[in-house]
């Protein structure tokens, strides 16, 4: 009995165990994630979507009218037989634009419709560029707690040892109080950055389009922090024809181009067509037959002869708008070369900064540790050193990590100030993986 029920528990058991384990959040999970969950985008995209649907109600004719008229109706009687003139009339008419206005119309809704479309890819990749740099700050605040909790071991032993040397008289007691002291202010930074890594879990599950208190579990293995030569120039280039807030600029400014060719139109008449049929009743008294019916047509043209003070005046603003459009638009290529230049700057910094410590300053602050260690053993170097030594190595690894996620967060800022992908070129940078036990 006991037997069947262990078998039937352990299956249970181990399923909801898989469902406990989360999986890692790698940094290409969390691009997909929020490619496919985020609202913004969503709702950025509905934009863009109804955009779509404007050109073809902009290059359509206006909707015809129906005129229903009771036309020469006496009010003595209100008969509609007894007069010849009086009418019960059916009658339609047609607006009709000059030539080439309709068109226009529908092109500069097309040329805004595709505006929105690269307004929609901008902020795609200005929400990569958010995730990125969410995700590379949350692996640093994961490593530096790991660090301070490490340290937090190393400094509780450390105390032990100078506890135990003041027991037997080789030491002294304010070797104790400082190793206390430091270890409070690990139990402080701990606190600080756990805080941090709430705050950034929460905005980043946000960013994804889930829960804030949703977990995050980040994986082992992390890109590697090395790169390629960049080519500035060719990424500025490469900006200025494919990144989407340039594009959306270029659409815009064809549309204002279509406009201000609709607003010269406006300087031609429009037209009005329109008929209709009068039915009659009643008795001719010249022939005595019944009265018939009557039809008419109808053409109204406008008179745009008001051009000072209307046509001139639209001209003009449809001029100012489009100047003002191309005038923005390079006002964005300035601050898109500039974008690149900074974020290829602090790339370029970062990678150096973390060789340097990768391979100068974090092995020896390693060996002057634990000479430092061997000496103070042996009553050759005092405590303080010690500490000293040890508090060093430990900012130095600290530190390692933090010029880690600022390597790939300028990264992230590269890409999206250029619009291009890493991926499409490998002489940007590699995606090689760097297994975390490298650097402690």
């Known amino acids: 009995m006991h037997t069947l029920k262990i078998g039937w528990l352990l299956p249970a058991l181990l399923s909801l165990t898989s469902v406990a384990v989360s999986e890692p959040l790698t940094l290409q999970r969390a691009e997909t994630l929020a ?28 909707d015809p009218t129906l005129t229903l008229s ?14 010849s003139m009086t009418q019960l009339q059916v009658g339609i008419s047609q607006s009709l634009p ?44 994961d ?5 301070v909790r490490h340290n937090q071991t190393l400094l509780r032993h450390l105390i032990r040892v100078a506890e135990a040397k ?5 030491g002294l007691q304010q070797d104790v109080l400082l190793a206390q002291l430091e270890l409070s202010k690990l139990l402080e930074r701990e606190l600080s950055l756990q805080s941090d890594h709430l705050r950034e879990q929460a905005e980043l599950n946000r960013l994804l389009g889930r829960a804030s208190t949703m977990p995050i579990d980040l994986p082992r293995v992390l890109p590697e922090s090395d790169m390629g030569p960049v080519d500035i120039a060719a990424l500025k280039s490469w900006a200025e024809e494919h990144r ?26 429009d037209f009005k067509l329109g008929a209709a049929y009068g039915f009659r009743q009643g008795i001719n008294p010249a022939n005595r037959q019944s009265r018939p019916d009557l039809a008419s047509l109808s053409l109204s043209i406008n008179m745009p002869f008001n051009s000072g003070g209307k046509q001139d005046r639209a001209l003009d603003q449809r001029r100012a708008e489009k100047e003002r459009t191309r005038l923005s638009r390079q006002d964005a290529v300035n601050r898109v070369h500039a ?57 130095n690894d600290i530190q390692y990590w933090h010029l880690y996620a600022r390597a790939g967060q300028a990264k992230a800022s590269l890409a999206a100030a250029s619009g291009k992908e890493f991926s499409e070129g490998a002489r940007i940078f590699g995606q090689t993986n760097t297994e975390i036990g490298s650097i402690r």
């Open 35 to 62: 490619l496919q969950h985020n609202p913004g985008l969503q709702a950025q995209g509905q934009q863009a979507e109804a955009m779509r649907s404007v050109p073809a109600q902009a290059g359509a004719l206006p």
């Open 244 to 269: 989407p807030i340039l594009k959306g600029f270029g659409r815009r400014i064809a549309a204002a181009d279509a406009m201000v060719s609709l607003a010269e139109k406006d300087y031609y008449p």
């Open 339 to 395: 974008e690149i230049d900074i974020a290829a700057a602090e790339l370029a910094m970062a990678l150096d900064q973390l060789s340097l410590f990768q391979h100068g300053i974090i092995p020896q602050a390693r060996q002057t540790t634990a000479s430092m260690l061997a000496g103070y053993q042996v009553n050759k170097v005092d405590f303080l050193n010690l500490i000293r030594a040890r508090l060093n190595e430990f900012n």
């Open 70 to 83: 009771a036309l020469n109706l006496p009010v003595d009687s209100f008969s509609t037989s007894l007069e």
């Open 166 to 170: 003041y027991k037997t008289g080789g």
């Open 143 to 147: 490593r530096a707690l790991g660090l």
């Open 98 to 141: 000059f030539p080439g206005k309709l068109g226009l119309k529908q092109q500069a809704a097309e040329e805004l419709a595709a505006a929105a479309e690269s307004d929609t890819e901008e902020f795609r990749l200005q929400l990569l560029r958010h995730v990125r740099e969410r995700w590379w700050n949350l692996v640093y605040l």
